[in-house]
């Protein structure tokens, strides 16, 4: 088919007079069998690269994208033009998804939308060896590379599954936002010949603005100004799930229509949100990075960034969806300096510490367990769980296998060692792009044409015009934000008809102001009693909320660690609302701390049937105000209510001084000073960073090495445990008896020096030439990937710190017989320890030999 | 991941193509014409029957298989993605064993495997026997697997119940090597896979299939896989026998192609065929496994 009888199909199906060059040059070579990656801006008309060939060839096109709102979007357009089109995805029933398969089987369809997740899913892939194949289209193939700004691992199994494709089979790879770098990633992943069309990214639409402040309030203000000038909708992206709220709130307090939107929020609550802006419903919606991709809105008129993104190509990315009419549209970042520490923190945290990648792999090594059993297991939150598998995945480590109809994480045999080198080299990267995107905020010059250079789009485009000004409040405008920060208090979301209990109201986050501050010295370091501008801040939080309220009663939730603290602070809420208190929740059971637990299962189990009360007739009938410190995932708070709703209360309120959202990788605490020491996962990056890797020591032989103390005799050391298993394997696989491999004083002295460089290694006892020819690279590896897992350090001067909950943790772990039923009286005692800089090792040897008297 | 996957499953399983004829083939177009299986699919029906001697009937069922390829692909990276691998025959981690054993008429051209593929390449032993197998039975199994254990000899096991079991579990126990070999497709061994979990990821244990990776177990398939426990095996040790049964087939067959088989004297009590089989050329060896 030439240009001509291809358009004039295109005229006949589609509507449209013409290809662009582009667009013919990819559909020919398509036509032709042939794999192409096309990076072309939003808007362009990357999708009728696909569909008019799919029209053309007999079979079915799979489309392999990861934005559901999208495929919808694409299917009421095919279907409008009689083209048979469906999508399967996880928002569907499965029957429907079923019935759409069979069509597919069929024949029935020319074109087939599918997530690339649904490469897990049996039915999917029974269906898939009967259908007629045409061509595979991988949309949003960004995600395909860890270089880009949305890696998504399920995208690695359509990689695998195209380079199976035979070589003459059509395949087409989309995406807007790829560098130079991602580009030829993909390309390489690829395979097979895959040939790149990139287009020009200009948006000769927009409009594009740096606004200098000072201040988180000198934000609010300008967006407030800024929007009064607005006509049309459009989005404000933030930096965190609490801006999201917090910016959200304060446009309704100023009169706008505006809708928080973030991951945290259900399905049905983002397509809500999603409809509403489609429908201009709102004016804005402020949302992290989640919303952007999801929705298909030809007229977003402006695009607010309230904060720094991670890199111009996320930048690029979030503004894309602006002005795809062609019409002029506002792009604007608002930029304070100070900005900068929030991406560095996301990026330094970017990964859980190394030794709980050891604890997953510890814990697969005995089963095969999905996401769930893990987080028990390893006492993990699902975020961390989640990343470790996603890295255990990309490097052969583990990986997704299907036990009967469950889906679980395996250890491959053979894995390697875990290359944490990796890390850091992705570490660099991303610190680069922070530094990318810092230039184009910091720099006089250079707008879009920064932008497509930087993504690879090295053409001459002319103007590239880009206001930058400076914008300091008016006093006008700063009062209006003080007396919003007064009136804007977190709500609890935890509602439950079933148990009475209604949504509740913090004083404030934990990590905004000093609050965090205050109630971590109260609680940890004998700060005394919660002080009065606390228990103020509480009482106008629930003036605020509840001011039409009556309670019966005021409960406070009973101590694991804090004392009286609690107790103390809801006296005097007490008085100050004059509603009776009473002392009689109390415990049924013995509980640890919620934040020992990383997950909220974990948590729900800690507290369940953990509590009671005294007098049960006190609470029939009662309208209860539930008082606490901290918020965290609310299981302690619904635990309590529904046995308080068991014994007739009609309504639980709960009230608290602080409201987290959660763990270290948590932007809550983010917001203010850090009150916790660096946490592994910080230092271990900065020690990467610092230490050479080979660190020269003029000593005598085997007698000055720098060594661990030994562990109490009934603890076997767990670098012990992992060499023993290294020899059993090596003899097995040199068909040798395991002490002509080790003995096992040379594996003690090697768990006890911990050699890092192979003259290091000469100097352990048991350890001759020939074993270090033999082995010794092997196992210098093993012994440094271990000792980093297991948080032992070598007694030298940059020994760690790390928290003492995070080193609690770590200790249970590794010798629950010692640390499985702590006593938090001994926590000081810990405490001095820690900052005595003491290891692992010596701590659980102190604890250890005083186990007889002191447990 | 090999890339010729997808081609290497569509041969093996062309449909009512004997093994012998796929082999034929097989050699035609990797050592005579020295092409790869993309390179042979890529050229035309005419080019099958004019250089390769298909007939009119194979080349439009290859032409058929051709069209199939894509979806094989599939098939192929979930494989890939469950951890399986797939041995073609010329690849050098297949089983020279089962190369020299069985020959072009009934080696299979592809192996699924999961675990430790090195075992392919050890001394092998299969312990074979009735599924409602003695006392004595069983522990001559056990003997023979601790047996393997100490000399770092693989136990070949085809998973049945009785001494197929029983040969398996005690070599696990003992701490060494085994290899399931499958009566059904690797990817429908479902709760095996839990079970031997540890041994397969530290090594101890490689679960094979020659089968169609779908395939469910099938009778056919228990007596089919047969072939290939001796086809792996150095030695054949021969627990218990009736005088019909997958045991005795086999071994009936093995004696006729020069195989060693071991088989373990009965005691006077017992009621099975080992002393007929030791009569037909078996080796009897005792309780322990020494030769008598």
Not at chain 1, 284 to 296: E, H
Not at chain 2, 99 to 126: C, D, F, R, S
Request: charged content about 25%; hydrophobic content about 40%.
């Amino acid at each position: 088919m030439n240009r001509e009888q291809a358009e004039q199909k295109l005229r006949d199906i589609f509507g449209h007079a013409r290809f662009h060059d582009e667009q013919w040059q990819v559909i020919e070579r398509l036509m032709a069998g042939e794999r192409i990656l096309m990076i072309e801006k939003t808007g362009f008309g990357k999708s009728l690269c696909y569909q008019f060939p799919a029209t053309q060839f007999s079979g079915t096109t799979v489309v392999f994208s990861p934005l559901i709102a999208l495929m919808r979007d694409q299917i009421s357009y095919l279907r409008a033009k009689n083209i048979s089109a469906e999508c399967i995805n996880s928002e569907q029933e499965t029957a429907a998804n079923h019935a759409i398969l069979e069509r597919a089987k069929k024949g029935q369809l020319k074109v087939l939308y599918i997530a690339p997740e649904r490469q897990e899913d049996q039915a999917w892939l029974e269906a898939v060896r009967r259908i007629n194949l045409a061509m595979i289209v991988i949309d949003e193939a960004h995600c395909i590379s860890v270089w880009g700004h949305d890696f998504r691992p399920a995208f690695r199994r359509i990689i695998n599954l195209v380079r199976l494709l035979p070589n003459n089979f059509p395949v087409l790879a989309t995406t807007a936002t790829a560098t130079t770098r991602v580009a030829d990633d993909i390309i390489k992943q690829i395979g097979g010949g895959v040939q790149l069309v990139r287009g020009d990214l200009m948006r000769p639409n927009f409009r594009l603005a740096v606004i200098r402040v000072d201040s988180e309030d000198a934000k609010l203000a300008w967006l407030a100004e800024f929007l009064a000038l607005q006509n049309g909708t459009g989005i404000v992206y933030t930096g965190t799930r609490v801006n999201t709220e917090l910016y959200a709130n304060w446009l309704r307090h100023v009169g706008f229509s505006a809708a928080n939107y973030n991951a945290g929020l259900d399905a049905e609550a983002r397509k809500k949100i999603e409809k509403g802006l489609k429908a201009n419903r709102y004016q804005c919606v402020v949302s992290t990075n989640a919303l952007g991709m999801g929705i298909d809105k030809p007229d977003l008129r402006f695009i607010v960034h309230t904060q720094l993104p991670a890199s111009p190509i996320h930048y690029y990315q979030e503004i894309g969806r602006a002005g795809r009419d062609g019409l002029p549209s506002r792009i604007v970042l608002l930029y304070n300096p100070a900005d900068k520490d929030l991406p560095l923190f996301f990026i330094k945290n970017s990964r859980p510490a190394l030794n709980l990648y050891q604890r997953v792999i510890t814990a697969l090594r005995a089963a095969p367990m999905n996401e769930f059993e893990l987080m028990r297991k390893a006492n993990l939150e699902a975020k961390q769980v989640r990343v470790i598998l996603g890295d255990l995945v990309e490097q052969n480590i583990a990986r997704e296998a299907r036990y009967g109809k469950q889906h679980k994480y395996e250890l491959q045999h053979k894995a390697p060692p875990l290359n944490s080198k990796m890390f850091e080299e992705l570490r660099q990267f991303k610190l680069r792009e922070l530094d990318g995107m810092i230039a184009y905020a910091e720099t006089k010059n250079g707008g879009m044409q920064y932008l497509c250079s930087y993504l690879g789009d090295r053409a001459e485009h002319g103007n590239d015009d880009c206001v930058r000004r400076r914008y300091v409040p008016s006093a006008a405008w700063k009062k209006r934000v003080a007396e919003f920060h007064a009136s804007d208090y977190p709500v609890l979301e935890v509602q439950d008809a079933a148990i009475g209990l209604v949504n509740g109201v913090a004083a404030s986050y934990y990590g905004f102001s000093n609050i965090g501050a205050v109630i971590h010295r109260c609680k940890y370091q004998h700060g005394g009693d919660f002080p009065d501008d606390l228990v103020q801040q509480t009482l106008q939080a629930c003036r605020a909320r509840f001011s039409k309220e009556k309670f019966d009663r005021l409960l406070h939730v009973p101590p694991t660690e804090s004392g009286d603290l609690v107790r103390n602070f809801a006296e005097k809420l007490a008085r100050a609302l004059a509603v009776p208190i009473s002392h009689r929740l109390v415990k049924s059971k013995p509980t640890q701390p919620q934040k020992v637990f990383q997950n909220s299962l974990l948590k729900r189990d800690n507290v369940k049937d953990a509590f009671r009360y005294e007098k049960p007739e006190e609470i029939a009938g009662a309208s209860i105000l539930l008082v606490d410190d901290i918020f965290d995932s609310g299981a302690t708070i619904k635990e309590i209510a529904k046995i308080l709703h068991g014994l007739g209360a009609i309504k639980i309120t709960p009230l608290v001084i602080a409201k987290t959202i959660g763990s270290v990788q948590d932007d809550s605490h983010f917001s203010s000073k850090r009150n916790v020491v660096a946490t592994p996962a910080m230092r271990q990056e900065e020690k990467v960073d610092s230490a050479p890797l080979d660190t020269p020591k003029s000593v005598s032989p085997k007698a000055s090495a720098p060594t661990r103390t030994w562990l109490p005799d009934h603890v076997e050391d767990p670098i012990v445990t992992i060499l023993k298993r290294w020899r059993r394997q090596k003899a097995r696989e040199k068909k040798i008896p395991a002490f002509c491999v080790l003995s096992t004083k040379a594996i003690n002295n090697l768990a006890q020096q911990l050699p890092k460089t192979s003259s290091d290694l000469l100097k352990v006892r048991g350890v001759g030439k020939a074993t270090a020819g033999k082995y010794g690279e092997e196992l210098l590896l093993l012994l440094h990937n271990t000792a980093e897992a297991n948080l032992i350090q070598i007694v030298d001067p940059d020994k760690m710190r790390v928290s003492l909950q995070e080193l609690l943790q770590e200790l249970r772990g590794l010798y629950p017989n010692i640390f499985g039923h702590w006593r938090p009286e001994r926590n000081h005692e810990l405490l001095k320890m820690i900052e005595q800089k003491k290891t692992v090792a010596e701590i659980a040897q102190h604890f250890g030999r005083k186990k007889s008297t002191a447990y | 991941m090999d890339s010729e996957n997808p081609y290497w499953i569509a041969l093996a399983h062309l449909p009512r193509w004997r093994t012998e004829r796929i082999n034929q083939l097989l050699i035609v177009i990797l050592h005579r014409r020295q092409i790869t299986l993309q390179e042979f699919f890529a050229l035309s029906p005419d080019n099958w029957q004019k250089d390769f001697a298909l007939t009119a009937t194979e080349a439009v069922k290859m032409n058929e298989t051709k069209a199939e390829l894509p979806n094989y692909a599939f098939l192929a990276e979930e494989l890939l993605a469950q951890g399986f691998q797939i041995i073609p025959i010329n690849a050098p981690e297949y089983s020279p064993m089962l190369k020299k054993n069985l020959q072009i008429k009934h080696a299979p051209p592809v192996l699924y495997v999961k675990g430790n593929i090195k075992q392919l390449h050890e001394p092998t032993v299969a312990v074979v026997g009735s599924r409602e197998a003695s006392e004595r039975a069983l522990q001559f199994a056990d003997a023979i697997a601790k047996k393997c254990a100490a000399e770092f000899r693989v136990v070949v096991s085809g998973f049945a119940k009785g001494v197929d079991k029983q040969a398996l579990d005690s070599s696990l126990k003992y701490g060494g090597h085994s290899i399931i070999v499958l009566p059904q497709g690797i990817m429908t061994f479902g709760s095996g896979f839990k079970k031997y979990y540890p041994q397969i990821v530290e090594g101890d244990v490689l679960v094979l299939s020659t089968f169609f990776p779908k395939a469910g177990w099938d009778a056919g398939l228990a007596m089919a896989r047969n072939v290939y426990i001796y086809g792996l095996a150095e030695e054949i040790y021969v627990a218990e026998s009736n005088e019909t049964g997958g045991t005795w087939t086999g071994v009936m067959d093995g004696l006729k192609k020069g195989r060693t088989i071991y088989v373990r004297r009965p005691e006077s009590d017992e009621k099975n065929a080992n002393q007929l089989l030791i009569a037909k050329g078996a080796m009897a060896v005792d309780a322990e496994g020494n030769v008598l």
